[in-house]
């Protein structure tokens, strides 16, 4: 085995480090990418599949557990390619990590820290986001992020984060990570932006926003019949808002004047 005395730089130019995993991480624009266990990626198990996407799997795991060092020697254009290809091997490794439970607990720590993003929806109060990919297939789509809030998709605002493939991060991660971490599941608030002018709601807008609130009503009073909690207490329950009373005391009246 080779000793571990070769030096890696980030592209940021500033930190220096002798491991290969940890040049990764440290390279500018990979800030979403957690650290994958090497006995992880030896295990030829968790490699199953991934040669159809990249050549010489064994090199490749060699360069990135730091067994084997890319020769100065070979022409700089094999070592660029030899490089490229580490990396792209262990994205894709990285994305069947993650839904590990040891892959799941090193996320939960950069989830809580807040290093995929918080949400830009402002009724969303700043929930962190999770990243996800729209197929898992490399060269589909770039990663995306998830509101566990709104449940709804948003680009990474550096364009740094843009390129990185989805299939970094897979398709199933954030359902798993918030079905292992159920009390992360935030509550829904389901308050809405009404437009207006002057106080006065714009016509097209207010039939759309009349359409929602109706659908919200019909949504709760099926909760209502099913005994479903959807308090706000409740992991993805909902915030009760003056809007919700008015539905539960509109709701109660029509059942008073039913009953009369």
């Known amino acids: 085995m080779a000793t571990r005395q070769e030096e890696y730089v980030s592209d940021s130019g500033s930190d220096y ?3 290969w995993i940890d040049w990764f991480l440290g390279s500018r624009g990979n800030e979403y990418f957690c650290d994958v266990d090497p006995e992880y990626i030896l295990d ?3 490699l199953t599949g991934l040669n159809r996407y990249v050549d010489k799997i064994g090199l490749l795991v060699n360069i990135i557990t730091d067994q084997t060092e890319i020769s100065e020697s070979q022409p700089e254009e ?3 390619m030899l490089e490229d290809n580490a990396k792209f091997l262990y994205a894709l490794v990285h994305a069947r990590y993650i ?13 809580r820290n807040g290093d995929f993003g918080y949400c830009p929806r402002v009724n969303c109060k700043l929930t962190p986001l999770l990243p996800v990919g729209l197929s898992d297939k490399p060269g589909v789509a770039s990663v995306k992020l998830y509101c566990p809030n709104c449940e709804d998709l948003y680009n990474p605002k550096s364009s740094r984060h843009a390129s990185i493939d989805g299939a970094f991060f897979g398709t199933s991660f954030p359902a798993m990570f918030l079905q292992t971490f159920p009390n992360l599941v935030p509550t829904h608030n389901v308050e809405m932006y009404v437009p207006k002018i002057f106080g ?3 016509h097209s807008e207010a039939q759309m926003t009349r359409w929602r609130a109706l659908k919200c009503e019909q949504m709760l009073s099926r ?3 099913m005994g479903i909690d959807y308090a706000k207490n409740t992991p993805g329950g909902f915030i009760e808002s003056a809007e919700d009373e ?5 709701d109660m009246d029509g059942r008073k004047q039913s009953a009369i």
């Open 246 to 250: 008015r539905f539960k005391k509109r």
């Open 99 to 111: 839904i590990t439970s040891r892959g799941l607990d090193k996320m939960l720590e950069k989830y």
């Open 78 to 80: 094999t070592r660029a």
């Open 17 to 19: 480090t002798e491991y």
């Open 223 to 225: 909760l209502d019949k």
């Open 44 to 46: 030829r198990f968790n």
């Open 200 to 202: 006065f709601q714009m």
